[in-house]
């Protein structure tokens, strides 16, 4: 009965659900799985987010919000830009359950069949689908020759790049790297951006988890306030996952446009959920450096375990995820590392960077060092 969207067949399941199924099924047959594939803190809630939430279910916060979001954060998102150099006032935020629809309404409110968009691989998952959906064309530009850093293949960025582009998307830290862009590369996609009129997605939702190094927020760059859409989120930051709640940023006209699809759609972030991200952005600071410590810890325990096998990674300063060089047929590799030592990774092809498998060490230093002794036990390594 069912005469499916041409839309819908231009976009795949996600390349991360064959691994987790057959994790699920390894689990299920009794396998101790070690998940390294899993793009979530393995924190809890900091307890004062989880009060507030509870606090503002008491209150009977469980209405529908004004569809940008309440006023009390919008304001809080705003005082935080500001924090990262952008000049942001409330009007120009709008609160979303995850960066992840964020994200996809902006896709809708720019794209138009056949514009171009342009990701750096190894690129998220998503980006992808979503520029897929709303008719867009990829063009790609592929950091991995580059040590995954982006200020070396500007050139090649510039050669992409036309008056056609529409958008670029930037992410930084990155999902799957863990690179950080410096200011320098940040720069000079500015000055792409200026010279050929296109927006840019500036996904910073890894921003919090950074070693060393200090992301710069592209928004805050000379000539970009108006052409960038800033995309942010408390999943990672704040391990708060499943409450589903992030924002963009962008001029306040933009967010005219964007707010047309949000309240046509998801109608508003949840309530009570809204007011425990306030608590998230203004009294957290301890917590998130906690974690943030932790990930540093585990990045270098990896980076040393590897090592001492004469694996060299590519190591990035932020988020918590690493790109470990496979076989070429990385899918393969995946296969087998689940299969034969019950470690789970995310296949590189999923981000267009084949040869490598993403890990993800947001897991225990113990579970860590078990997974690179299984890898090498099973001549995975
Ligand atoms: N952007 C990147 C790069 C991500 O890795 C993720 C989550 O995996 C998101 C955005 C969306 O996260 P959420 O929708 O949970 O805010």
């Given at each position: 009965p069912y005469d499916y969207s041409e839309r819908i067949g231009r976009v795949e399941p996600s390349a991360t659900l064959a691994i987790s199924n057959l994790a699920a099924e390894r689990k299920a047959a009794g396998a101790d799985v070690i998940d390294l594939?899993?793009?979530?803190?393995d924190f809890d809630t900091p307890e004062t987010v989880v009060e507030a939430g509870k606090a503002a279910l008491d209150a009977g916060h469980t209405g529908y919000t004004s569809s940008n979001g309440i006023p009390e954060l919008r304001e809080a998102i705003a005082e935080k830009l500001r924090g990262n150099g952008i000049d942001a006032t409330a009007d120009e935020v709008i609160v979303t359950p995850g960066g992840k629809q964020a994200l996809y309404e902006i896709f809708g409110t720019l794209i138009d069949d056949g514009d171009e968009v342009v990701l750096l691989d190894p690129a998220w998952v998503s980006y992808e689908a979503m520029a897929k959906l709303a008719g867009g064309t990829l063009s790609r530009v592929d950091l991995a020759p580059h040590g995954f850093q982006l200020e070396p293949a500007l050139d090649e960025l510039a050669e992409v790049v036309?008056?056609?582009?529409?958008l670029l998307v930037v992410n930084s830290p990155s999902n799957p790297t863990g690179a950080v862009f410096s200011e320098a590369a940040l720069e000079g996609v500015r000055d792409l951006a200026v010279e050929h009129d296109f927006a840019v997605i500036s996904d910073e939702i890894y921003e919090r988890i950074t070693y060393g190094v200090e992301p710069t927020s592209?928004?805050?760059?000379?000539?970009?306030a108006d052409r960038t859409i800033t995309i942010n989120g408390f999943s990672k930051a704040f391990s708060?996952?499943?409450?589903?709640l992030g924002y963009l940023h962008a001029t306040e006209e933009f967010v005219g446009q964007a707010g047309k699809l949000h309240s046509h759609s998801?109608?508003?972030?949840?309530n009570f959920v809204q007011h425990a991200g306030v608590e998230a952005l203004e009294n957290t600071d301890d917590e998130v450096e906690e974690m943030r410590a932790a990930f540093e810890e585990r990045r270098d325990l990896l980076v040393d375990l590897f090592d001492e096998h004469g694996v060299d990674v590519d190591v990035g300063d932020g988020a918590f995820y690493m790109m470990l060089p496979v076989d070429d047929d990385d899918q393969a590799w995946c296969t087998a590392a689940i299969e034969e030592a019950a470690v789970a990774c995310v296949p590189g092809s999923a981000f267009n960077a084949p040869g490598y498998a993403r890990i993800s060490y947001a897991a225990s230093e113990k579970r860590l060092r078990e997974a690179v002794d299984r890898l090498v036990s099973n001549d995975l390594l």
């Amino acid at each position: 009965p069912y005469d499916y969207s041409e839309r819908i067949g231009r976009v795949e399941p996600s390349a991360t659900l064959a691994i987790s199924n057959l994790a699920a099924e390894r689990k299920a047959a009794g396998a101790d799985v070690i998940d390294l594939s899993v793009g979530e803190p393995d924190f809890d809630t900091p307890e004062t987010v989880v009060e507030a939430g509870k606090a503002a279910l008491d209150a009977g916060h469980t209405g529908y919000t004004s569809s940008n979001g309440i006023p009390e954060l919008r304001e809080a998102i705003a005082e935080k830009l500001r924090g990262n150099g952008i000049d942001a006032t409330a009007d120009e935020v709008i609160v979303t359950p995850g960066g992840k629809q964020a994200l996809y309404e902006i896709f809708g409110t720019l794209i138009d069949d056949g514009d171009e968009v342009v990701l750096l691989d190894p690129a998220w998952v998503s980006y992808e689908a979503m520029a897929k959906l709303a008719g867009g064309t990829l063009s790609r530009v592929d950091l991995a020759p580059h040590g995954f850093q982006l200020e070396p293949a500007l050139d090649e960025l510039a050669e992409v790049v036309s008056d056609d582009t529409e958008l670029l998307v930037v992410n930084s830290p990155s999902n799957p790297t863990g690179a950080v862009f410096s200011e320098a590369a940040l720069e000079g996609v500015r000055d792409l951006a200026v010279e050929h009129d296109f927006a840019v997605i500036s996904d910073e939702i890894y921003e919090r988890i950074t070693y060393g190094v200090e992301p710069t927020s592209l928004a805050s760059l000379d000539g970009m306030a108006d052409r960038t859409i800033t995309i942010n989120g408390f999943s990672k930051a704040f391990s708060m996952t499943g409450w589903r709640l992030g924002y963009l940023h962008a001029t306040e006209e933009f967010v005219g446009q964007a707010g047309k699809l949000h309240s046509h759609s998801v109608s508003c972030a949840t309530n009570f959920v809204q007011h425990a991200g306030v608590e998230a952005l203004e009294n957290t600071d301890d917590e998130v450096e906690e974690m943030r410590a932790a990930f540093e810890e585990r990045r270098d325990l990896l980076v040393d375990l590897f090592d001492e096998h004469g694996v060299d990674v590519d190591v990035g300063d932020g988020a918590f995820y690493m790109m470990l060089p496979v076989d070429d047929d990385d899918q393969a590799w995946c296969t087998a590392a689940i299969e034969e030592a019950a470690v789970a990774c995310v296949p590189g092809s999923a981000f267009n960077a084949p040869g490598y498998a993403r890990i993800s060490y947001a897991a225990s230093e113990k579970r860590l060092r078990e997974a690179v002794d299984r890898l090498v036990s099973n001549d995975l390594l």
